[in-house]
């Protein structure tokens, strides 16, 4: 059954451990990434875009998948479908298909608005159970249509949006979407910090997982990250998987073009990734 994030972050934040949202793109990663949280008995947030959404068919088709997946596979660990960089109206369609946790990034709005919309936000979630991500400043790069200018988030704009009541925080230090630049100067965790500590305890979310160093993800999680989002890492390892397996040839060998075979290479990378990831993250063992 599918759950809200809240549980999981809490338990994380007090931890000292992160979750990891893995977003889906289609049957392949959602079937990788529930067995690879199952296989290390760790809980997972699939994230889904409101694009990723719309490619497979609409938030309907992505919860009937997602529920029909877990049962079929009896998946035990706790599992919360996300909608990720939600619109306000895409978040009302999310909540209404069964989505168990929603994003609405209102960080492009000047931040009246979007404390007036999240606290609406917080209402309706509230009422359903479900968990709330919100955004301060923006997340630089481009995911799924969604772009942002990379802005340091304020740390008074953070308090003030963590205060209305959200299970979970996003908010701008740096992070981009994609794959870092040569010159990209780091993480602030000097931005990090001072939003830590004025947010009352609610989990932080470091959107941009793709490319961090290592050293990074841990120092961010000591300073109160207890969720982590990768995509385009899953997404190059796929690429590449599925690339090495039709440039051996093995596409045109016997029935090596089923579509089980020709995609079995990229979802075994995905698996790799996730665990990777998971083990990075801390959170293996933690369901």
């Not at 309907?60 to 035990?76: A, D, Y």
């Not at 996300?82 to 492009?108: N, Q, T």
């Not at 794959?179 to 965790?189: D, H, I, K, M």
Request: glycine residues 12%; charged residues 20%.
């Amino acid at each position: 059954m599918l759950v809200s994030a809240k549980e999981m972050l809490n338990k994380a934040k007090a931890g000292k451990y992160a979750v990891g949202q893995f977003n889906i793109n289609n049957l392949e990663w959602t079937k990788a990434i529930l067995l690879t949280a199952q296989e290390n008995n760790s809980p997972v947030i699939l994230g889904v875009s409101e694009g990723a959404a719309k490619y497979m068919c609409g938030f309907k088709t992505v919860v009937g998948m997602v529920n029909g997946m877990m049962e079929e596979l009896n998946i035990t660990v706790p599992v919360a479908i996300h909608l990720d960089h939600g619109s306000y109206e895409g978040a009302l369609k999310a909540m209404e298909a069964g989505f168990s946790s929603i994003m609405f990034d209102g960080s492009h709005y000047p931040i009246d608005e979007n404390i007036a919309k999240t606290k609406e936000m917080v209402k309706l979630t509230s009422e359903k159970g479900l968990s709330l991500e919100a955004e301060v400043g923006s997340i630089g790069g481009e995911e799924d249509g969604v772009v942002g200018a990379g802005e340091i988030a304020d740390a008074n704009e953070c308090k003030a949006i963590a205060d209305l009541g959200v299970t979970m925080l996003a908010a701008g230090i740096g992070n981009i979407h994609g794959v870092y630049p040569e010159n990209w100067q780091g993480l602030s965790f000097e931005a990090l910090e001072a939003i830590s500590k004025v947010t009352n305890n609610v989990p932080l979310v470091l959107h941009g997982g793709t490319g961090i160093p290592e050293d990074m993800i841990k120092k961010a999680i000591s300073l109160g990250v207890s969720k982590i989002n990768v995509n385009t890492e899953c997404q190059l390892a796929f690429a590449e998987g599925t690339r090495k397996y039709i440039e051996a040839g093995k596409d045109t060998q016997g029935k090596g073009f089923d579509p089980r075979k020709l995609l079995a290479p990229g979802f075994e990378a995905i698996k790799a990734t996730v665990k990777e990831k998971m083990e990075l993250f801390g959170s293996i063992n933690q369901a």
